[in-house]
């Protein structure tokens, strides 16, 4: 057994170490799917990595990985660590446009890919980005996951692996050697909810210690089995998941892709002890209409991060789904992604207004956005980090790397906070997101935090839209669970709002648009709420 955790080691030998340490301990389990002891998984990814290597994938190699959280994701993971290559995430929801951007911009020369997922056709889309054509200058090599048979010109992995009889395990170990904990491992492409999407490159030591610190603050130990439902492509799935699990030797009971039912299935059947998600994800489940059936008594802790969570959904997670000790995370990717967390023990409300405290052996501060000034204790300005955690840059783009790490390493992450005389970070606004409405800066989260209060919204998100008086006036877009006008929306943020802040349109939707890792799109909410105005 393992005591304490693991920080400070490459990805490829965090495995192994586990291996060693814990070799017929639970590593991977699905409910319908493959299950693999520690021991297994290093077997497994070890000769998906001999068998990489024989294809040619070189070291510092980008490799796109296109697909849901199928076994063959986290074997691979570890797999391209161990022989150096660079393990470029991809978005389940990307089309032909995006994937080839991602291609290109990355300088990708490997692709490993699963047919499809929901109604998008992943052959078809790469068809249409010439992916097959020869059209991409730097793409090799497309390497297909999946049972079925494997479309033309594309490699099957089972093949891949099969090619790990050419390489000695030696020359693995010393490809593996080779490999630095400062070298980069991993890219993430931004989720482009606002901008151009970039490559965020991040080392072994950024994602190792950042994981292994989150799972310190969840308390996890061999003991622990952890359902991951989060996608595996963000840091919330392949970092806060699979490492934070890792370097405390918990398990992960794995879910293909998000679907309630599954994941009160999975808990249910593997008797997991932590759940991960964002809010509408524990939203869902809560309302499940078979959510009584399951036996959720294993649970006692997990991660909600991607946006507050407020009170009354906290206090039902941490009663109706017997999770105490739930948290609440923040980061982004460029710093790993987490820069704070909520104690486990924390008042509930610290859970539902802030997001905790900075996480150990990291700096924080808050700025003013404009001279870059400290701000005080309770005084909101631009949160900015500093640490172990901080990417390396964003790949071929230095003016972009600049504008986001100053020269005394401070990565200021676009977001308005303030920090209180406790340390407790509140997230106040984005600072691009603002509203300026008659020269008058409005931050959206105050009035969503007022319409949330509402008893028939079930969330809300605001926005500004353009007004020819004002430039600027506030929107919001609504999703209700109870018969309810604009109007009294309206009367209802007035009641407590300044009149510059109140929305002077509130408009009723079903869903929110948003990236596969939860984040909403508030740009489209903009362009969708323009489009009618002009109709």
């Known amino acids: 057994m393992i005591s304490g955790s693991y920080r400070d080691v490459t990805v490829g030998d965090l495995l192994t170490f586990l291996a060693r340490a814990l070799p017929r301990n639970d590593a991977l389990v699905y409910v319908d799917g493959p299950r693999y002891t520690f021991a297994e998984l290093e077997d497994e990814s070890r000769r998906a990595a001999r068998g990489l290597m024989a294809l040619g994938v070189s070291s510092g190699e980008r490799v796109v990985l296109w697909a849901t959280n199928v076994p063959e994701w986290i074997v691979l993971q570890f ?12 978005n389940t929801s990307l089309r032909s446009k995006e994937i080839d951007y991602l291609l290109r911009q990355s300088e990708a020369a490997t692709l490993v890919t699963i047919g499809g997922f929901r109604d998008i056709d992943y052959i078809a889309e790469l068809e249409k980005a010439g992916a097959f054509a020869g059209r991409i200058g730097t793409l090799e090599r497309i390497i297909y996951i999946g049972a079925e048979s494997t479309p033309p010109g594309l490699i099957p992995f089972s093949d891949v692996c099969a090619r790990a009889e050419q390489v000695s395990e030696a020359g693995l170990d010393a490809r593996s050697r080779s490999v630095g904990v400062d070298d980069v491992i991993n890219m993430q492409y931004t989720s482009g909810t606002t901008g151009f999407p970039k490559g965020v490159m991040l080392s072994s030591r950024n994602i190792v210690n950042n994981g292994e610190a989150l799972g310190r603050q969840l308390a996890f130990t061999p003991a622990d089995r952890l359902c991951l439902c989060v996608p595996l492509f963000h840091c919330f799935g392949c970092v806060i998941g699979v490492l934070g699990a890792y370097t405390h030797g918990a398990c992960l009971c794995a879910v293909e892709a998000f679907d309630p039912r599954r994941v009160l299935e999975t808990i249910d059947r593997e008797r997991c002890t932590a759940l991960y998600g964002v809010p509408t994800m524990f939203i869902a489940e809560l309302e499940h209409p078979d959510f009584a059936r399951y036996d959720l008594t294993s649970l006692r802790t997990g991660v909600m991060a991607g946006a507050l969570c407020p009170e009354p959904l906290m206090r039902r997670v941490m009663t109706e789904m017997h999770m105490p000790e739930i948290t609440i995370a923040y980061g982004m990717t460029e710093s790993s992604p987490g820069i704070t967390m909520t104690p486990r023990d924390c008042a509930i409300g610290r859970r539902s ?22 701000r005080t204790a309770g005084e909101r300005g631009e949160l900015c980090c500093r640490g172990y955690n901080v990417m390396k840059g964003y790949y071929n783009d230095a003016d972009a790397t600049r504008a986001a790490i100053d020269a005394d390493g401070w990565l200021h992450t676009g977001d308005e906070a303030s920090i209180d005389a406790e340390g407790y970070v509140r997230i106040t606004g984005r600072i691009k997101d603002l509203i300026i409405r008659g020269g008058e800066n409005i931050a959206p989260k105050e009035i969503e935090d007022r319409l949330r209060e509402h008893h028939a919204v079930a969330d809300a998100y605001v926005y500004g839209v353009p007004d020819a008086f004002f430039g600027e006036t506030v929107a919001a877009a609504v999703r209700a669970n109870k018969q309810v006008s604009a109007e009294e929306l309206i009367a209802f943020c007035a009641d407590m709002l300044a009149k510059f802040k109140v929305p002077k349109y509130v408009r009723f939707v079903t869903e929110f648009p948003m990236t596969a890792s939860g984040k909403i799109q508030k740009y489209k909410l903009r362009q969708e709420h323009e489009q009618l105005l002009n109709s």
């Open 79 to 90: 797999a391209l660590a161990k022989i150096g290559a660079i393990l470029v995430t991809a």
């Open 353 to 374: 207004q802030t997001v905790g405290v900075v996480l150990p052996e990291l700096e924080v501060k808050i700025v003013d956005p404009a001279s870059g000034a400290e």
